[in-house]
């Protein structure tokens, strides 16, 4: 019953041995020939069944010999029959077989006989009848009980399969991360090292050669050379990660320390060599950052100055990280073109950072300023994400 669910077993079974023994008590007021032994037997025996759970047998073993004291004695008909009944359901749920069935027998039989012994107003026909009656009951209290035990069996069967197919899921969708990180990672080397290594060193023969000409070496020239080396770094290091099958969300290996805030200092450099105008300005209390916040600060910065250098021709850029006690907040603002009635289209890079944010909870703003440029303020919470 559903009003039931909720309620402790003992408290469960405790209200169903009182309704038993008020209904078998209001039996004893009705039967002229029941007395103060009848009333002790079918409390004994209704009582008896808050055992049912824990101690099948025991509401069994009473429940029997109680009833058939009461059912010798007063001679009350069917009613006697429902401890009985119910500890038979009791016994056989939980797996007993051969105590429930002499029960069965010993009370029919002991009440067949006493009834045919004493009856004086009623036929043998209709007391065989009777018996039969209660026979059939006791037969469907048992196949009750195994139906409802092999019910309980395959639920419990259904609920592991379950478990064990999920189990099995989350193996397989690691796995197949696995191999699809590696894929990756073969990709990432074949398509994107080999065409870095060549820019690095054609920039570095030409920083060699202009130097040993004693020529002026051009600051792009220089820039090109720095940010390649820093790119051999970093895809080396996302190929350890994605490499790395110990580290299934990717968050760990030596990369990370390439791409913290105390390198902000190298990154703002390599834009200015660039011909980017960059500032940058520290407030709050610098300490500690958790590493996936250290990390999206320093990728946000990053794409926003090199968003600056692609998209705002010649503009100056100011970078700004504020250390608070809850958030970290980073902010690059530029004066170049865009305005807020022709907004840029956003790219994958902006799409990036929104990703970042959002992955730790943050808040994310990117967008034209009133008086004209962009401005990308990220503002990264300290904490677990939300």
């Known amino acids: 019953m559903t009003f039931l669910r909720g309620w402790h077993p003992l408290a469960v079974d405790s209200a169903l041995a009182a309704v038993v023994a008020v209904m078998l ?8 020939q029941a007395g103060a032994l009848d009333l002790a037997a079918i409390l004994v025996g209704s009582l008896s069944l808050v ?32 401890p009985v009944l119910m500890a038979v359901f009791a016994a056989v749920w939980a797996g007993h077989l051969l105590l429930p069935a002499l029960a069965s027998a010993v009370f029919l039989g002991v009440s067949l006989a006493i009834n045919l012994a004493t009856a004086t107003g009623q036929s043998p026909k209709d007391i065989v009848q009777g018996t039969t009656l209660l026979l059939g009951w006791f037969l469907a209290s048992g196949v009750t009980a ?6 309980q069996a395959y639920l419990e069967q259904v609920e592991q399969r379950a478990l064990e197919a999920e189990r099995t ?18 990709e990432l080397h074949d398509s994107l090292t080999h065409s870095i290594s060549v820019i690095k060193v054609q920039a570095g023969v030409a920083v060699h050669l ?22 051999m770094r970093e ?17 760990g290996g030596s990369g990370a320390q390439d791409s913290r805030l105390d390198r902000l200092d190298g990154l703002v450099d390599r834009a200015r060599s660039t ?23 320093y990728r946000i910065v990053q794409e926003a100055l090199t968003n600056v250098s692609r998209h705002a021709g010649g503009a100056a850029a100011s970078v700004r990280v504020d250390y608070g006690g809850d958030e970290l907040v980073v902010q690059v603002d530029d004066d170049g073109l865009a305005r807020r009635d022709a907004p840029p289209v956003p790219g994958v890079g902006l799409l990036g950072m929104r990703e970042r944010v ?16 962009f401005t990308v303020r990220a503002e990264l919470p300290l904490g677990e994400p939300t």
């Open 25 to 32: 008590a209001a039996t004893v007021l009705v039967t002229p």
């Open 51 to 82: 055992a049912w759970r824990r101690a099948p047998l025991v509401p069994l073993v009473v429940g029997t010999v109680s009833m058939l004291v009461f059912s010798v004695h007063a001679q009350p008909g069917p009613p006697a029959a429902f």
């Open 146 to 151: 195994t139906v409802t035990r092999q019910r």
């Open 169 to 186: 899921r989350e193996e397989v969708a690691r796995r197949r991360a696995g191999e699809e990180r590696l894929r990756i990672a073969r």
């Open 210 to 231: 202009a130097r040993k000409r004693g020529e002026e070496v051009p600051g792009a020239l220089v820039a090109i050379q720095e940010a390649s080396g820093d790119a």
């Open 235 to 251: 895809l080396r290091a996302t190929l350890e990660v994605l490499r790395d099958t110990d580290d299934p969300d990717g968050s």
């Open 275 to 297: 011909g980017l105008a960059a500032t940058v300005t520290i407030s709050g209390v610098r300490h500690e950052l958790p590493p996936e916040v250290d990390r999206a600060a």
């Open 358 to 373: 959002t992955a730790l909870g943050g808040r994310l703003r990117a967008e034209p300023r009133p008086e004209g440029g």
